[in-house]
């Protein structure tokens, strides 16, 4: 990494190019001094990076792209044009703490997503796990986290304190309630308005959102065993359709045979959320 020193002139102030600035920073960039920079980043024209920004190997970062506030990104990121990350928090209770944006490596970022740092109401991070492919013009709310190798279409919007586990998938256009959980390896279809907790391994579509049959073609197509597969089918099927109940469903599954790991999380994910409010597990931290 290298630190960005101020111009002699205007020390503190962001400057239009920087001394012995890294391979590949475009003449236009604005970047502030104590950005951190590795050696091989690119970035590109009309870049603003603010003072507490760190940009890991091999990021690439394309024109009217702007860093503010703290904001640590990995290596290898790709991201677009005219994304804003780290902006101010849109909640009329921050009070201008420095929280931050945290994101991991191999992501690509598409044109116009918009990815906010955290309020004071957690633990002051917004963060974007590894191998993520954010689709133009989605936004990423306060406190948002995000797992690993997540697929968000375009013009998806999250609220803020959502969570999205790792290998989940939401298709264009999706609204998340804040405070929502997105469970791995779920697929939520374009057009849905997600009001409660969507379970994992589960296809949801509707407004509200609702599962409809489980995920079979993410969960084939990431390696998983097909009795597996047959087993999250039957919870399905006991859960959605005959109604049993968590524990009843428990108590079948682990009779035939059924209560496998993926299973289980599936039933203590349904636990979790019959324990919050309005479907969403996580609603207590907020009343908090």
Same mark, same amino acid.
């Given at each position: 990494m290298r630190m960005v020193? &101020?111009? =002699? $002139?205007?020390?503190?102030?962001?400057?239009?190019?920087?001394?012995?600035?890294?391979?590949?920073? $475009?003449?236009? !960039?604005?970047?502030?001094a104590g950005a951190r920079i590795a050696d091989d980043v690119r970035v590109g024209a009309h870049c603003v990076i603010s003072s507490g920004a760190v940009i890991g190997r091999g990021s690439v970062l394309a024109n009217n792209v702007t860093l503010s506030g703290t904001v640590v990104v990995g290596e290898r990121n790709r991201i677009f044009a005219n994304c804003v990350i780290g902006g101010e928090p849109q909640d009329v209770s921050y009070r201008g703490t420095d929280t931050r944006v945290e994101i991991g490596h191999d992501n690509v970022i598409r044109e116009g997503v918009t990815i906010n740092r955290a309020s004071e109401k957690e633990e002051g991070v917004t963060s974007i796990g590894s191998g993520n492919f954010l689709m133009a013009a989605c936004h990423v709310a306060h406190d948002c986290r995000i797992g690993d190798q997540v697929i968000i279409a375009n013009g998806t919007l999250l609220g803020g304190h959502v969570r999205v586990h790792s290998r989940a998938s939401l298709s264009g #256009?999706? +609204?998340?309630?804040?405070? =929502?959980?997105?469970?791995?390896?779920?697929? @939520? !279809?374009? %057009?849905?308005?997600? #009001?409660?907790? @969507? &379970? &994992?391994f589960m296809l949801c579509e509707g407004s509200p959102a609702r599962p409809r049959c489980i995920n079979v073609v993410a969960l084939r197509r990431g390696g998983i065993a097909q009795p597996v597969?047959?087993?999250?089918?039957? +919870? $399905?099927? #006991? %859960?959605?359709? !005959?109604?049993?109940?968590?524990?009843? =469903?428990?108590?079948? %599954?682990?009779?035939? +045979?059924?209560?496998?790991?993926?299973?289980?999380? #599936?039933?203590e994910f349904l636990d979790r959320q019959q324990q919050g409010r309005h479907g969403r597990a996580r609603e207590g931290r907020r009343a908090a």
């Open positions: 020193e &101020p111009s =002699a $002139h205007d020390e503190g102030e962001p400057v239009a190019g920087i001394v012995g600035r890294p391979p590949e920073i $475009h003449p236009s !960039a604005i970047v502030e #256009l999706v +609204a998340v309630h804040h405070w =929502a959980t997105i469970g791995g390896w779920s697929f @939520v !279809a374009g %057009l849905s308005r997600v #009001l409660h907790d @969507v &379970p &994992p597969i047959e087993a999250i089918s039957e +919870a $399905h099927r #006991l %859960l959605y359709r !005959a109604k049993v109940g968590v524990e009843p =469903a428990r108590e079948i %599954l682990r009779s035939q +045979a059924m209560l496998v790991p993926q299973v289980e999380e #599936l039933l």
